[in-house]
C-alpha cells in the first residue's frame, strides 16, 4: 500500500487527538452510573475509518489504549479497555465497511457494544454479577454517546471534504 507523507502525519495527528481526548476524559467523573463516558476519542478512530481504513483505524485506537493506560498511570484500564474497545471498534469496522450502515449507526452500536463487554470484564475480574443491574443504563448513555459521536462525525467529515487542501490530503 502507498503512503503518503501526508496520510502518515494525519493518521499521527488523530491518533494524538484521540489519545488527549481519552486523557482528558478520564479527569471527569463517570456520567450518572459507574462506567459511563462519552467515548469522544472514538470520533477520531472512526474519522480515520472513513478517510483513510481499517488498518489506520486499528493504529489509532492501539496508540490511544495503549498509550493512554501508560500515560494515565492506569495500566488495569488496557483489562477493561483494550478488550471492549476490540469487540467495538470491529463492529464498527464491519457495520460500516462491509453492510454499508451509516457512521452514526455503526458508532451508536459500537458504544453500547464497547459497554457491554467493559461491563461484562469488570464482572467476570470481579466475580460481582450484580452489577448487571447497571447494563440498561450504560446500554442507554453509550447508544446516545455513540450517536453523538457518529453525528459529530458526519458534520465535521461532511466540512472537511468541502475544502480543497483536504480533499488533496486524503486521496
Given at each position: 500500500m502507498n503512503y503518503s507523507v501526508k496520510k502518515i502525519v494525519f493518521t499521527a495527528v488523530l491518533a494524538s487527538l484521540a489519545l488527549i481526548a481519552f486523557m482528558i476524559e478520564s479527569l471527569?467523573?463517570?456520567?450518572?452510573?459507574?462506567?459511563?463516558?462519552?467515548?469522544?476519542?472514538?470520533?477520531?478512530?472512526?474519522?480515520?475509518?472513513i478517510f483513510l481504513g481499517v488498518k489506520e483505524a486499528i493504529a489509532v485506537f492501539l496508540?490511544?489504549?495503549?498509550l493512554g493506560s501508560v500515560f494515565s498511570g492506569n495500566i488495569s484500564a488496557l483489562l477493561y479497555s483494550f478488550p471492549s474497545g476490540t469487540v467495538s471498534l470491529l463492529v464498527e469496522i464491519l457495520l460500516f465497511t462491509k453492510i454499508k450502515t451509516s457512521v452514526l449507526s455503526a458508532s451508536?452500536?459500537?458504544?453500547?457494544?464497547?459497554?457491554?463487554?467493559?461491563?461484562?470484564?469488570?464482572?467476570?475480574i470481579t466475580n460481582t454479577i450484580e452489577l448487571y443491574v447497571y447494563l440498561p443504563y450504560l446500554l442507554l448513555i453509550g447508544l446516545l454517546a455513540g450517536a453523538f459521536n457518529?453525528?459529530?462525525?458526519?458534520?465535521?467529515?461532511?466540512?472537511?471534504?468541502k475544502t480543497k487542501n483536504f480533499q488533496r490530503l486524503v486521496e
Open positions: 471527569f467523573p463517570p456520567i450518572l452510573v459507574p462506567g459511563a463516558k462519552l467515548g469522544l476519542s472514538n470520533f477520531f478512530i472512526l474519522t480515520v475509518l496508540i490511544k489504549i495503549i451508536a452500536l459500537g458504544a453500547v457494544i464497547n459497554n457491554a463487554v467493559q461491563l461484562s470484564v469488570y464482572v467476570l457518529g453525528f459529530l462525525c458526519v458534520l465535521i467529515s461532511k466540512a472537511l471534504l
